[in-house]
């Protein structure tokens, strides 16, 4: 029984690896990767590259070879999420497993999805496959937690990040070209980004992904007073975080940063409502006129101190 489970395990570790090369691209839908395996061989893998193109079990299938399809009917296929059993921009994956003859598969996790929710795993069991559940359940449901959120929670999953100096003062001069590669890496990865009202008086941010390869999020400007934004920005009317995460988790909105300012991100903080913070630590104080926001509740997730400064990574303790 052990040796099984270490196979199983070993190979829906493969599943995740192949998963998270969706993370820019997959949302927001979820990082899935399959991995087809007949007599210890692996013979077909693949993962969700883009929303709107083929699951990974499609792909997965389509990488078999000719002269290796015939082996399907007697192959375990991993995949890291259960495989979804309704029509959306393509049909269901479990439909496919079933007309490919599976003999078994291996499910990382549940997927949390209204339209799916154990549907998926019922319409292979019923199909007669035999389906094994919950492999390395924590590690899948790890990398998609921003889907876990967005469905699980009803609210987006929220990414906080700032840059203060050494005294506590919100200092927006301390990047260097690592640390921005870094922001746009992450507003790369965010489907939105939010500033308040002063910031975007004050810095008029552009909030556009420059220094990495990928998309710009859609960006926000939360203000309870009237403003005139340039096309491209959107007005959210309410300080309200309750109200804010609600309107955009009502427009499908499942990832979000918030970048500033300090009063926005302290109201992100005491609301207990954020996932993930960033905090860009300079080496020198600055005595400076905006006290940076103080964390509570807070996990220290990791420090990276390579370029001068540190870059501190927090988790919601709560």
């Known amino acids: 029984m052990n040796s099984v489970l270490t196979t199983d395990e070993m190979y ?26 007949c007599d210890g061989r692996i013979i077909g893998e693949g993962y969700h590259v883009r929303c709107g193109e083929g699951h990974a079990e499609v792909n997965a299938c389509a990488s078999v070879r000719k002269e290796d399809e015939h082996l399907l009917k007697e192959s375990t296929i991993y995949v890291s999420l259960e495989p979804c ?15 490919k003859g599976f003999k078994r598969c291996v499910i990382g996790c549940q997927d949390p999805f209204a339209k799916v929710q154990g549907r998926g795993i019922q319409k292979l069991r019923d199909a007669g496959m035999e389906v094994t559940m919950g492999v390395l359940k924590t590690e899948c449901e790890r990398l998609n937690k921003r889907f876990m959120t ?43 980004i939010l500033v308040g009202r002063r910031t975007w008086e004050i810095d008029r941010p552009s909030l556009t992904t420059r220094e990495w390869v990928g998309p710009s999020p859609r960006r926000y400007v939360v203000s309870s007073q009237a403003l005139t934004l340039p096309e491209g920005y959107h007005l959210l009317p309410s300080t309200s975080v309750d109200n804010i995460l609600h309107q955009l988790w009502e427009e499908g909105i499942q990832t979000v940063l918030v970048e500033g300012g300090a009063m926005l991100l302290q109201s992100f903080i005491d609301s207990g409502l954020w996932d993930e913070c960033y905090v860009e630590k300079g080496t020198q104080p600055i005595c400076g006129k905006v006290k940076a926001p103080v964390l509570s509740n807070a996990v220290l997730k990791g420090v990276n101190t390579d370029f001068g400064q540190s870059i501190e990574c927090y988790v919601n303790g709560v």
């Open 85 to 99: 059993s309704h029509y959306g921009k393509t049909p269901p994956c479990a439909d496919l497993l079933i007309s």
């Open 12 to 37: 829906m570790r493969r599943c995740l690896q192949l998963a998270s090369n969706g993370r820019q691209n997959a949302q927001p839908n979820p990082m899935v990767g399959a991995v087809i395996v």
């Open 150 to 192: 967005f469905h699980g929670k009803h609210r987006p999953y929220v990414t906080l990040k700032w840059a203060e100096s050494a005294d506590g003062f919100i200092d927006g001069h301390i990047s260097n070209t690592y640390t921005q590669m870094l922001c746009h890496k992450r507003r790369a990865e965010h489907q939105a």
